[in-house]
C-alpha cells in the first residue's frame, strides 16, 4: 500500500473533505503509475479522484467500530517517532 496514504477512520474529529480527496489522489497517482496525467487523460484521471474520494467517504460514514476515536495529535507524535527511530534522526519539538 502506498506510504503516504494515511488511515482516515475514527480519529476525532473525523477526517474532512480535504484528507478524503488527499487520499483519493494519492491512490489514483499509484494506480497511474504518475503524479500528473497528459492533457489526453486529465479528464479520466480527475474523474477517478472523485469516485475514489466518494467511495472512500461513502466507507469512512458507514464503518462501525466499539473502539474510541483516536487522538490526531498523539497518533502524528507516534509516527513523528517511529520516523526517528527509523531514520535515525533526533525528534525535533
Sequence with gaps: MCRNIKTLHNFAPPATDDEVHAAALQYVRKIAGTTK???ANQAAFDEAIEA???????L?????????????????????????????TAAAG
Design 60 to 88: 469512512l460514514d458507514h464503518l462501525v467500530t466499539t473502539a474510541p476515536p483516536k487522538d490526531r495529535a498523539v497518533e502524528a507524535a507516534k509516527a513523528k517517532a517511529r520516523s526517528a527511530a527509523r531514520f535515525g
Design 37 to 39: 496525467p497528459s492533457q
Design 52 to 58: 475514489v474520494a466518494h467511495a472512500t467517504a461513502h
